[in-house]
């Protein structure tokens, strides 16, 4: 996973902060929104445990601080959920705009209420999941107690929520109490994956059942049993991850990877665009790329990479298999192996251009109850590899055609 900072603008021209995080060895198949719970921000711990469990599943992750949170730009008190919303949906053309258009919205408590608005909003989401949220919107002020009072009398008040203080002024109360949860819910046509904690002591189990039963199918339940509603513990947030990636695969498009097929030993396969390359050897799967300095996405070694790769390889074993043929004791053997081309070592011409030749510098680190005569005879066996001898020797590769299958 590869996560990098963005900052994009809300509908008030504020730079909103944000982390995208993306696959390692692949482009991203979809793209996901996230909106934290109220009054957290990106980096809270459960919101990027659920991140990279989706990247581990081929998704790209954009999770922001709402405005006046975090690293975002403005002020806390002036915000309010109908901001929220709009945060999203400015979220989401960031996506659209430099990526994809995202297809999952994901929200976390009041953010899993924010994701139900904003996916009325976005043509582009197909699926959402909420984690913790409240039937009705109107029961953030449950965290504010006693202090709904003093902000409807002053306007403005001091309240603590988490261990920390905000500002909250009465227009976030009036936002609230303008905007019906409830119809959004029994109108969402996108499919929607509700989890919660039957121990959730901050919005209760049934908050959950009152989305389900208002909601229409396609809608699904996950309990997260035994998790608090901030998903404190790893395995919590780690697991809701896994399931709401593993969900969304039913009701989102995800291209048909090619299966590749070869009569041969090889087979390398590379689309249109780039030069990531699908490789099939035997039944293994793996990846080639280029440098992105040379117009690759780096998604995975380059072809003399796996030159190198084969001939470390091939070396390690070859040594290891010697050992075990006369009995000697070796603990590991890393051989270390750099491609270059340099002149040869008995150059008679090195000052005129094209004398360089493929070299492979080739180091051996070799760990065991080995004498010094030991040790020299394992680097003379390290040249009678077969990848050694086979790189050593006149080689022929007959290319031929197929007809397209």
Same mark, same amino acid.
């Given at each position: 996973?590869?996560?990098?900072?963005?900052?994009?603008?809300?509908?008030e021209?504020?730079?909103?902060?944000?982390?995208?995080e993306?696959?390692?060895?692949r %482009?991203?198949?979809?793209f996901v929104?996230?909106?934290? $719970?109220?009054? $957290?921000n990106?980096n809270?711990l +459960?919101?990027k445990n659920i991140?990279?469990?989706l990247?581990?599943?081929?998704?790209?992750?954009?999770?922001?601080d709402f %405005?006046g949170?975090g690293?975002?730009e403005?002020d806390f008190a002036?915000s309010n959920?109908?901001?929220n919303?709009e945060?999203?949906v400015c979220?989401?053309?960031?996506?659209?705009?430099?990526?994809?258009?995202?297809s999952l919205l994901?929200?976390?408590?009041l953010g899993?209420?924010a @994701?139900l608005?904003?996916s009325?909003l976005?043509?582009?989401?197909?699926?959402?999941a909420?984690? &913790?949220?409240?039937?009705h919107?109107?029961?953030?002020k449950?965290?504010?107690?006693?202090?709904v009072?003093d902000?409807?009398?002053n306007?403005? +008040?001091e309240v603590?929520?988490?261990?920390?203080?905000f500002?909250i002024k009465?227009?976030?109360l009036?936002?609230?109490?303008n905007?019906?949860?409830?119809?959004?819910?029994?109108n969402?046509? /996108?499919?929607l994956?509700?989890?919660h904690?039957?121990?959730?002591s901050?919005v &209760?189990i049934?908050?959950?059942?009152?989305?389900y039963v208002?909601a229409?199918?396609p /809608?699904?339940?996950?309990?997260l049993?035994g998790?608090d =509603?901030l998903?404190?513990?790893?395995v919590d947030?780690n697991?809701?991850g896994?399931v709401?990636g593993?969900w969304?695969?039913?009701?989102?498009?995800?291209p048909?990877?090619?299966?590749l097929?070869t009569?041969?030993?090889?087979?390398? =396969?590379?689309?249109?665009e780039?030069?990531t390359?699908q490789?099939k050897? &035997?039944?293994?799967?793996?990846i080639?790329?280029?440098p992105?300095? @040379?117009?690759g996405?780096?998604?995975?070694?380059n072809?003399?990479e796996y @030159?190198s790769a084969g001939?470390? +390889? $091939?070396?390690?074993?070859t040594l290891?298999?010697?050992a075990?043929r006369?009995g000697?004791?070796?603990?590991?053997?890393?051989t270390?192996?750099?491609?270059?081309?340099?002149?040869?070592l008995?150059?008679?011409?090195c000052?005129e251009?094209?004398?360089?030749i493929?070299t492979?510098k080739?180091?051996?680190?070799?760990? &065991?109850?080995?004498?010094?005569?030991?040790r020299q005879r394992?680097?003379?066996?390290a040249?009678?590899?077969p990848?050694?001898k %086979?790189l050593h020797?006149e080689?022929?590769?007959? %290319?031929?055609?197929?007809d397209?299958e």
């Amino acid at each position: 996973m590869s996560t990098s900072k963005i900052t994009f603008k809300n509908k008030e021209g504020l730079d909103l902060k944000g982390s995208l995080e993306l696959p390692d060895n692949r %482009t991203p198949h979809n793209f996901v929104l996230f909106a934290h $719970c109220f009054t $957290c921000n990106k980096n809270f711990l +459960a919101v990027k445990n659920i991140s990279r469990a989706l990247t581990a599943k081929g998704f790209g992750v954009l999770r922001f601080d709402f %405005t006046g949170l975090g690293e975002s730009e403005g002020d806390f008190a002036d915000s309010n959920f109908s901001g929220n919303v709009e945060d999203l949906v400015c979220a989401s053309g960031y996506l659209e705009t430099n990526y994809k258009a995202p297809s999952l919205l994901i929200g976390h408590s009041l953010g899993g209420a924010a @994701v139900l608005f904003a996916s009325t909003l976005l043509d582009s989401i197909t699926a959402v999941a909420t984690i &913790g949220a409240p039937s009705h919107i109107g029961h953030v002020k449950n965290l504010l107690k006693n202090d709904v009072e003093d902000i409807n009398k002053n306007g403005i +008040a001091e309240v603590n929520i988490g261990g920390r203080n905000f500002n909250i002024k009465k227009q976030f109360l009036d936002d609230l109490e303008n905007n019906d949860l409830p119809d959004i819910i029994s109108n969402l046509n /996108k499919s929607l994956l509700i989890l919660h904690s039957p121990q959730d002591s901050i919005v &209760g189990i049934k908050n959950a059942e009152e989305i389900y039963v208002a909601a229409r199918h396609p /809608k699904s339940f996950i309990s997260l049993d035994g998790a608090d =509603h901030l998903l404190s513990n790893r395995v919590d947030s780690n697991y809701a991850g896994e399931v709401i990636g593993t969900w969304a695969n039913r009701y989102i498009d995800i291209p048909i990877e090619t299966e590749l097929k070869t009569d041969l030993d090889v087979i390398a =396969h590379l689309g249109p665009e780039g030069f990531t390359t699908q490789i099939k050897a &035997g039944r293994h799967n793996f990846i080639a790329d280029e440098p992105e300095k @040379v117009g690759g996405n780096d998604f995975g070694p380059n072809p003399y990479e796996y @030159v190198s790769a084969g001939l470390a +390889a $091939c070396t390690s074993m070859t040594l290891q298999m010697y050992a075990k043929r006369k009995g000697w004791v070796i603990d590991s053997v890393d051989t270390q192996v750099n491609y270059g081309k340099e002149h040869a070592l008995d150059c008679e011409k090195c000052e005129e251009g094209g004398t360089k030749i493929d070299t492979f510098k080739r180091e051996l680190i070799i760990k &065991g109850d080995l004498d010094d005569k030991q040790r020299q005879r394992l680097l003379e066996i390290a040249n009678k590899c077969p990848v050694h001898k %086979t790189l050593h020797s006149e080689t022929q590769i007959i %290319t031929s055609l197929r007809d397209n299958e």
